[in-house]
C-alpha cells in the first residue's frame, strides 16, 4: 500500500457517534507511552508534520481520533490505557468508550495492538487482547521500539509474545519508528485486514 493521502477527519468522546464515513476502520490500541503516535506518523510517512499527536495527558478528554487514509480507510487512534495515576472515573471511562466503539455496529475491521517488544505484555494489554478475542475482532500484534533490542531478542520476543497470546508467529511484527523496521511488512498487514479490495 502506498500512502497518498492523510487527513485529520474528527475526534469522538462519546461511542454512540456515527463514524464520520462508511469507509472501513482500523483501529490502534496500546497502553500510553507504547510508541502508538510515533508509529502512526512513521507509518504514514508524517515524520516531519506529525499526524498524531503525544498521547492526551491524564485528566484530560479521551477521544476516538479518526484519521482518513488514501480515501479508502479510516486509521481509529484509540486512547492509550495503563497510566498508573488516573483516577478510577477516568479509567471507567476509558473502558466505556473503548468497549462501546468496538460493540458499535460499525466496529473497526481489525484492530493493531502494541506492545512494547522490552517488556512483557501488561495485565491491561492481555484485558484488551481477551475483549479483542471475544469480540471476534482480526487482530494484530505489533512489538513497538524494536530498535530497544538486540536483532536476536527480536525474534526471540515475537515468539513468546505469540506462544503467551496463542496468536500465529506471522500475526505478531517487530516495529521501530526509529528505524522503520516493519514499516512496510505493516502497511502490507493492514491492508490485508481491510480485506485487500478496498483500492487502497
Ligand atoms: P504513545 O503515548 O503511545 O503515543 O507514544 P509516543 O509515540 O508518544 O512515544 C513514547 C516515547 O517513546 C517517546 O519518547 C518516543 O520518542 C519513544 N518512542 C516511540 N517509538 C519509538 C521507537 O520505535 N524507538 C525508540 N527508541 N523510541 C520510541
Redesign the pocket.
Known amino acids: 500500500m502506498i500512502i497518498r493521502s492523510v487527513e485529520f477527519v474528527t475526534s469522538v468522546a462519546d461511542p454512540a457517534t456515527p463514524p464520520p464515513s462508511d469507509l472501513p476502520q482500523i483501529a490502534f490500541s496500546?497502553r500510553?507511552?507504547?510508541?502508538?503516535?510515533?508509529?502512526i506518523n512513521t507509518m504514514l510517512g508524517r515524520t516531519r508534520t506529525r499526524v498524531a499527536h503525544?498521547?492526551a495527558t491524564p485528566g484530560k478528554t479521551q477521544t476516538l481520533n479518526f484519521f482518513r487514509v488514501n480515501d479508502a480507510f479510516l486509521l481509529v487512534d484509540l486512547p492509550?490505557y495503563g497510566y498508573a495515576k488516573v483516577p478510577r472515573t477516568q479509567r471507567e471511562g476509558w473502558a466505556a468508550l473503548i468497549d462501546g466503539y468496538l460493540r458499535a455496529e460499525w466496529a473497526p475491521r481489525g484492530i493493531v495492538q502494541l506492545i512494547d517488544i522490552r517488556h512483557d505484555p501488561t495485565r491491561d494489554d492481555l484485558a484488551m487482547i481477551e475483549r479483542l478475542g471475544a469480540l471476534g475482532l482480526p487482530t494484530l500484534i505489533v512489538l513497538?521500539?524494536s530498535?530497544?533490542v538486540g536483532k536476536e531478542r527480536r525474534a526471540q520476543a515475537t515468539a513468546e509474545v505469540a506462544a503467551r497470546l496463542g496468536v500465529d508467529p506471522g500475526q505478531v511484527l517487530p516495529f521501530?519508528?526509529?528505524t522503520g523496521e516493519g514499516k512496510e511488512a505493516l502497511l502490507e498487514a493492514v491492508e490485508a485486514l481491510l480485506g485487500g479490495g478496498e483500492g487502497v
Open positions: 496500546g500510553s507511552n507504547v510508541g502508538k503516535s510515533s508509529l503525544v498521547s492509550g513497538t521500539k530498535d530497544k521501530s519508528a526509529r
